[in-house]
């Protein structure tokens, strides 16, 4: 059965601590994956595609990677405005249908200043 | 770019009334739109897959005539929940997408708030 799995589910970080978040996936045919930020009461925002195994995205503080098991978000040097829900989403099957996106549940970001 | 925008953004209506949320794409044909629910603290649920000018397909154990929606044009989406009930209060986000233009992702709304009395 196809998954996402996200950890941890919430993660408090000073700010300028330095961590990692993880999604890992089971699916058939991975077409992308795709990490969302969403603040409370709002739409996911979109901030990085990875479409293979050893690919990196980087943007400000956040630098998202592939394995072919599992996706890391690293968060570098946080600060408070980065805490947020970020959210992984895998999308598998064949191209230009209408498949899905599997979310995983998220992990809730606080960072203290 | 890649803007998608919701209206209204809250809405409260009495229980066995119909709401109607509409989705846009602002700068891209969304050739295909999707309805997600979201429960407090928890992640998004797909609802159904819209393609333009087709009837959208709806995930397991979502009433289809419950929950209509409309994929009438390559910018515009609609969800109508009819005969709503208090059950049915919660957070519905849409999402687009352009698939003739190879773009994978999707591109979320900002949400809609239903409260339902």
């Known amino acids: 059965e196809d998954q996402v799995t996200q950890s941890p589910e919430a993660l408090r970080l000073q700010e300028g601590e330095s961590s990692s978040l993880n999604c890992s996936y089971t699916v058939s045919g991975l077409r992308g994956l795709f990490w969302y930020r969403q603040d409370p009461g709002k739409g996911p925002e979109f901030l990085f595609t990875?479409?293979?195994a050893g690919e990196e995205k980087e943007k400000e503080r956040l630098k998202a990677t592939l394995t072919k098991k599992e996706s890391f978000l690293h968060i570098t040097a946080p600060k408070p405005e980065d805490s947020a829900t970020y959210l992984c989403a895998v999308q598998a099957g064949v191209a230009n249908t209408g498949n899905q996106f599997y979310f995983g549940t998220g992990t809730s970001l606080t960072v203290i200043p | 770019g890649a803007v998608v925008s919701q209206h209204p953004s809250r809405v409260i209506c009495k229980s066995g009334t119909s709401v109607k949320i509409e989705c846009r794409s602002l700068d891209f044909q969304a050739t295909t739109m999707f309805w997600y629910r979201q429960f407090p603290k928890k992640s998004l649920m797909l609802m159904a897959t819209?393609?333009?000018?087709?009837?959208?397909?709806?995930e397991q154990g979502v009433e289809k005539d419950k929950f209509l929606i409309n994929h009438a044009s390559l910018t515009l989406s609609t969800l109508t929940v009819t005969s709503a009930h208090p059950e049915d209060s919660s957070f519905y986000i849409c999402s687009a997408r352009d698939w003739t233009s190879g773009i994978y992702e999707q591109y979320f709304g900002p949400g809609t708030r239903l409260t339902v009395t």
């Open positions: 990875l479409y293979s």
């Open positions: 819209s393609n333009e000018g087709s009837k959208a397909t709806y």
